[in-house]
């Protein structure tokens, strides 16, 4: 018989590494072992103890392998116990469950064209499992494998037939026809999430799909009464409270919708960034002379110059000692529009040295006084720019236009960072504008530099005067010297608006939650009149609409 008590070291110190979850070390020294056990076998071919060592030793190492990418799994430590089960394949583990734990680290790693192979293997191997059908099914719908979407609808329903109360697996079908594909279907989405909300009525991602199924079919009331549901049920999350005071607002109930829209900054999902400030918020009730307020800018330029209008009502009814912390480039035309009302520069002001008494975010302000769709104040415009600014701008970049050129300022995009909000307008759709007679196009747009415009010099007339905008205070300057101007939803479109223009304004066809007043009216801006996509991103029609109103408003444009 072969002595090997030195090479059950190297085991007896790779199993106190599993059990201290030190896989790798624990992978070292066992392969080491098994090594060894097989070298001394290959020596001793007729030593049974031998054989038998190396068959048990393989049954230690595979149970440790399996027990510690659970434990990695169940502490989200993927690539650990991914090592743990890239090992058990190596050694022919008879465990199928090793497929679907790899399946499922792939799917946490968003890797989910391999974790869709796994579930494979897993479902063909494991015929018994009660979840198999749902399992691989679920593999599809995440690896978006578009051709198998029906493929994955079949398993479910034979998932379903075991288990017709898995209001889950109702979810993930409604979800399908809810994708955009080849199966979209907005009835059979809302057929599904109904199947699921009779079976669970209480639960809070149930409810979640029926509202946005609701709201998807333009059926506003219906999303309305599923979210009273979730409040009543006390399942509502942040997110969900942001979500219905976007319905509120878009559909004109700016008292409720302001009132939940606070939720803003507590969301999980890209919550509304504010500072940590000390001091209290402000909730609206009147301050003493002796107490400031301390109104802070949030999200957009655009969102400060809308919301910009309640300032002097708050210093006049609610705070007569206040200051008002902004984006730098709107300073100076906001000091400009109100003059009796301090901006302090967001990025110089350093708000723990700063005297207050509470704070409180701009975008609050309706909320605070109540407002209602019929109550919006200064519609016709409410900011200003001083007129030698007016006269500064014009001779400086734009006395070399022919006098009767019609003058339209354009902005086709906004800033980067809304581009997935699917308001912008590709440049090249703006020919038909260009092409009318007597126009002179104007470029409003800060991103872009005069190489893009060079691309289209040939075929489209546009100056670009980004170059020539500092601050908002010469963008207003600029826009004052127009006729005309065109945006889509953006801060130019605010401060036209803002400044009282003649002014079209573009909106998709999912247009963003503010505009309440759309089709007819932004609701906010009388000056603004509204084209609105009949279908989403399908532009054209709206620049042929865009181009009937200027040549009926400037008759010397119609060709």
């Known amino acids: 018989m072969v002595d090997f008590l030195i090479q059950e070291m190297d085991k007896s110190i790779a199993e106190v590494y599993f059990r201290e979850k030190k896989v790798n070390l624990g992978i070292k020294y066992f392969e080491k072992y098994l090594t060894e056990i097989k070298e001394l076998e290959n020596e001793n ?8 060592e190396l068959t048990d030793a393989k049954d230690t190492y595979l149970y440790h392998l399996l027990e510690n990418a659970k434990i990695a799994y169940n502490d989200k430590l993927w690539i650990k116990s991914l090592t743990c089960c890239q090992k058990l394949l190596q050694y022919k583990c008879k465990d199928t469950s090793v497929y679907k734990y790899t399946s499922l680290i792939y799917k946490n790693l968003n890797q989910n064209d391999i974790r869709l192979k796994f579930a494979k293997k897993y479902f063909e191997l494991e015929k018994e499992a009660p979840d198999r059908n749902r399992f691989l099914g679920e593999a599809y719908v995440e690896a978006r494998d578009e051709d198998n979407m029906q493929t994955a609808i079949d398993l479910f329903h034979k998932h379903l037939e075991e288990f017709p109360d898995d209001y889950n697996v109702y979810n993930m079908i409604g979800h399908i026809y809810a994708n955009d594909g080849p199966l979209q279907n907005a009835d059979k989405q809302l057929e599904y999430f109904l199947k699921a909300y009779e079976i669970a009525p209480k639960e809070r991602m149930v409810l979640k799909n029926l509202a946005l199924t609701y709201l998807r079919l333009k059926q506003p009331q219906k999303t309305a009464e599923i979210y009273e549901q979730m409040i009543e049920k006390g399942v509502m999350n942040n997110d969900d409270y942001f979500d219905y005071a976007a319905l509120l607002i878009k559909h004109g109930d700016l008292i409720n919708g302001f009132k ?3 939720h803003r900054f507590l969301k999980e999902h890209d919550p509304t960034f504010y500072p940590e400030i000390k001091q209290k918020q402000w909730t609206g009730k009147p301050l003493p002379k002796d107490k400031m307020l301390l109104i802070h800018s949030e999200q957009g330029y655009g969102d400060m110059i809308m919301f910009s209008r309640f300032i002097p009502i708050i210093k006049e009814k609610y705070a007569p000692n206040l200051t008002v912390v902004m984006h730098t480039e709107l ?9 009796n009302i301090p901006f302090l520069d967001l990025v110089a002001t350093d708000l723990e040295k700063l005297k207050f008494n509470c704070h409180v975010p701009v975008m609050e302000l309706p909320k605070i006084i109540g407002l209602t769709k019929d109550t919006i104040p200064s519609k016709g415009g409410y900011i200003s720019v001083k007129n030698a600014d007016i006269e500064n701008y014009k001779n400086k970049y734009l006395s070399d236009i022919e006098p009767h050129k019609l003058k339209i300022g354009l902005a086709f995009e906004g800033a980067s960072h809304a581009k997935s909000q699917e308001r912008d307008i590709e440049f090249s759709k703006f020919k038909k504008v260009s092409d009318l007679n007597n126009v002179q196009m104007f470029a409003f747009v800060k991103e872009r530099d005069n190489r893009y415009y060079k691309q289209f010099e040939n075929e489209i007339n546009i100056i670009n005067l980004s170059e020539s905008l500092n601050d908002f205070n010469d963008t207003a300057a600029a826009l004052m010297n127009m006729d005309l101007i ?38 906010w801006y009388t000056s603004v009149k509204t084209f609105v996509a009949q279908k989403q991103n399908e532009w054209d029609e709206v620049i042929d609409r865009v181009c009937e109103e200027i040549k009926k408003d400037y008759p010397e444009c119609a060709n």
């Open 331 to 339: 300073c100076k035309l906001f000091e400009n529009s109100y003059p």
């Open 260 to 262: 939940y829209y606070s």
């Open 45 to 52: 071919p007729d030593d049974e103890t031998l054989a038998k």
């Open 486 to 523: 065109i945006s889509t939803d953006s801060v130019i479109l605010n401060l036209a608006g803002a400044l009282g223009l003649k002014t079209y304004g573009l909106f998709n066809e999912n247009y963003e939650y503010r505009w309440f007043g759309l089709p007819e009216s932004t609701g």
